[in-house]
């Protein structure tokens, strides 16, 4: 009779064996920080974009021959700017490889009137590493005597930065594909011809949309791959 009824108590004294119970607990306290852990090495962050310094010659009133030039024909004016862009990658784990950078240049804070472009040289940028890219562009279509008007009578112009660029991304051993980084902000300039702000301005993502790049964001690729390791390191 005992022998008829030995079946019925096998799974019971398997789910009362301790041992067994308190190594699969082991091994998922183990097993969780590392799953974890490859997870976040997956994780993009965009790298962050200020602009340090913008200015225009031309707005400059403190300069005698730009306050008389107001009076005179545009065409003595110095039609350059000058930019200081600042490029920092704030992550530990992965270093960032751009292709070339497109920044473009708007008089009025929306995008109606381009007035300069240039293209900077892609590069390698390095784990938590800040990079700094200054130059001088001559402009096109600004309209001078509107954008000294304003500063010469105590109010601002206003002009637009917008930076469109495709960087990769390095993991261990290979790199990302390509995500888009469009960021962009409206700079006011005044009389000094400088931007009226004194801090280094954000370049946020409000510049014109593209295809998303997924910023921050961890794919449904990398939680399969965290997902099927911590079920093969735990069974």
């Given at each position: 009779m005992a022998e008829e009824?030995?079946?019925?108590?096998?799974?019971?004294?398997?789910?009362?064996?301790?041992?067994?119970?308190?190594?699969?607990?082991?091994?998922?306290?183990?097993t969780l920080p590392v799953t974890v852990w490859f997870m976040l090495t997956f994780r993009i962050h965009m790298p962050?974009?200020?602009?340090?310094?913008?200015?225009?010659?031309?707005?400059?009133?403190?300069?005698?021959?730009?306050?008389?030039?107001v009076f005179v024909a545009t065409a003595t004016l110095n039609p350059t700017l000058f930019f200081d862009?600042?490029?920092?990658?704030?992550m530990n784990d992965h270093s960032v490889r751009y292709s070339d950078i497109n920044l473009t240049f708007y008089y009025g804070p929306n995008r109606n009137l381009t007035i300069a472009n240039y293209r900077v040289p892609g590069f390698y940028q390095g784990k938590e590493k800040k990079a700094y890219r200054r130059d001088v562009v001559e402009s096109h279509d600004l309209p001078w005597d509107d954008a000294i008007r304003k500063v010469s009578n105590g109010s601002t112009a206003v002009f637009r930065v917008d930076l469109v660029a495709k960087p990769t991304f390095r993991y261990w051993f290979w790199?990302?594909?390509?995500?888009?980084?469009?960021?962009?902000?409206?700079?006011?300039?005044?009389?000094?011809?400088?931007?009226?702000?004194?801090?280094?301005?954000?370049?946020?993502?409000?510049?014109?949309?593209?295809?998303?790049?997924?910023?921050?964001?961890?794919?449904?690729?990398?939680?399969?791959?965290?997902?099927?390791?911590?079920?093969?390191?735990?069974?």
């Amino acid at each position: 009779m005992a022998e008829e009824f030995s079946p019925l108590f096998e799974p019971l004294q398997e789910i009362e064996n301790p041992k067994k119970c308190i190594g699969k607990y082991i091994w998922m306290i183990i097993t969780l920080p590392v799953t974890v852990w490859f997870m976040l090495t997956f994780r993009i962050h965009m790298p962050k974009c200020h602009l340090q310094q913008l200015y225009l010659p031309a707005l400059d009133l403190s300069d005698t021959s730009n306050a008389t030039a107001v009076f005179v024909a545009t065409a003595t004016l110095n039609p350059t700017l000058f930019f200081d862009l600042e490029l920092e990658n704030t992550m530990n784990d992965h270093s960032v490889r751009y292709s070339d950078i497109n920044l473009t240049f708007y008089y009025g804070p929306n995008r109606n009137l381009t007035i300069a472009n240039y293209r900077v040289p892609g590069f390698y940028q390095g784990k938590e590493k800040k990079a700094y890219r200054r130059d001088v562009v001559e402009s096109h279509d600004l309209p001078w005597d509107d954008a000294i008007r304003k500063v010469s009578n105590g109010s601002t112009a206003v002009f637009r930065v917008d930076l469109v660029a495709k960087p990769t991304f390095r993991y261990w051993f290979w790199y990302s594909k390509r995500r888009w980084l469009r960021v962009g902000a409206k700079v006011e300039v005044d009389a000094t011809g400088k931007k009226v702000k004194k801090e280094a301005i954000p370049l946020k993502s409000a510049a014109a949309r593209g295809p998303r790049g997924g910023s921050g964001r961890m794919g449904f690729l990398q939680v399969l791959l965290g997902f099927v390791l911590s079920v093969v390191l735990l069974y």
